[in-house]
């Protein structure tokens, strides 16, 4: 919403309105131990998600990373429309924060078959460094995460460096995974710190290179396919292994790769070389005129996903805003020409 009101797409009458809707309900959600928002939600019920996918009063536990999302959503709120302010401190005074973070490491929750809550570090490269830098924004100390590590190495995927994450997957702890979104998301919602932008670069080329040697147009990230299959991660590489698909679990999803809509347009925004024309040219492929924006299409037969997310189109509206005027967090003026300067076309070549 608030790239579609920066961009004139929606009216201020509009978006206050959502914002207002948006904020009450949240006021009024349960929280995971009466601590932090559990990761899912029944929004018709506003009840917790369990662990057994159904509606009920303890919950499953929650996710320092996905939290971090909601928590810059709130400060780029606050402070482009002030008059939320209130209404998010109250939201905010609810939540324990501190919990998010323990030894200077980010950390989650969830609960045991035996109904026990336990603390787990949480996070893996790339969505440890976006969250670590959304946690400073409040004050949270985070130096142990977000900053060059021992369990981080190099590899080579068609004769490109990569940094790979060398901790292996866990789905509570997260997946030990080298995908799109999380240096997309760091890009065109933060910008891009001096040590992430060349991480993120490497992500990018490896994908441009993919095409360059096969010809396959290649934008690898997660989204939503139809059901049952929901969640799918594509990745460059995930425990060692590369151009792998898998579900939240870690399960190989064969059948499922796909080329994705959103990941395609955040990296033609975010670097302007000869392959970002390749990548709108096939993302356009995914555009349905009466529903917006598919996930994506299948690599298998180039068959359209026929799944409409808010996660691929909230994707590809914040990528727009990145083009005209920067990162969604703003705190340089209308046009921050430093931001957008970033969009070169061999940065590090």
């Known amino acids: 919403s608030v790239a579609a009101h920066r961009l004139g797409i929606i009216e201020i009458g509009a978006f206050n309105e959502r914002m207002s809707r948006l904020f009450d309900t949240l006021s009024r959600l349960p929280l995971f131990d009466d ?4 990761h899912t939600y029944d929004l018709q019920k ?3 998600i369990g662990r057994d996918g159904e509606v009920d009063v303890v919950g499953a536990g929650w996710s320092a990373v996905a939290i971090s999302r909601m928590l810059l ?9 002030p008059y939320f302010t209130p209404q998010v401190r109250d939201i905010v005074s609810r939540w324990q924060l501190h919990l998010l973070v323990e030894g200077g490491q980010m950390q989650g929750a969830h609960l045991s078959r035996t109904g026990r809550v336990v603390l787990h570090r949480e996070g893996r490269l790339g969505y440890e460094e976006y969250a670590a830098r959304v946690m400073a924004l409040y004050n949270l100390e985070t130096h142990r995460s977000g900053e060059g590590r ?3 190495q190099l590899t080579h995927i068609d004769g490109v460096e990569l940094a790979i994450d060398t901790r292996p997957s866990f789905p509570i702890e997260g997946l030990s995974l ?3 979104d999380p240096y997309i998301a760091h890009g065109l919602e933060l910008g891009w ?3 992430t932008l060349p991480m993120a670069y490497q992500v990018f080329r490896v994908q441009r290179q993919r095409f360059a040697s096969i010809g396959e147009p290649t934008a690898a990230g997660t989204g939503y396919l139809e059901a049952p299959a929901g969640r799918v991660h594509c990745a460059l590489i995930i425990d060692n292994r590369s151009w792998r698909c898998v579900n939240d679990d870690g399960a190989p999803r064969h059948d499922a790769s796909f080329f994705s809509a959103g990941a395609a347009i955040g990296w033609a925004a975010l670097f302007e070389t ?7 040219t096939e993302a356009v492929r995914a555009l349905d005129p009466r529903k917006g924006w598919r996930t994506g299409y299948y690599l298998r037969d180039s068959a359209p996903v026929e799944s409409h997310t808010a996660h691929t189109n909230a994707l590809i509206l914040t990528a727009i805003h ?3 005027r920067g990162p969604l967090l703003n705190l340089l003026g209308e046009v921050p020409t430093d931001y957008l300067s970033e969009r070169r076309e061999t940065p590090f070549e």
């Not at 709130?74 to 429309?81: A, D, P, R, V």
């Not at 000869?274 to 709108?280: S, T």
């Open 150 to 152: 021992s369990h981080i």
């Open 35 to 38: 601590a932090l928002p559990n």
């Open 274 to 280: 000869d392959y970002a024309e390749v990548l709108r």
């Open 178 to 180: 080298v995908t799109s």
């Open 46 to 48: 506003l009840g917790m």
């Open 73 to 81: 959503a709130f400060k780029i709120i606050c402070w482009e429309y």
């Open 322 to 324: 990145y083009v005209q």
């Open 193 to 195: 710190s001096r040590e």
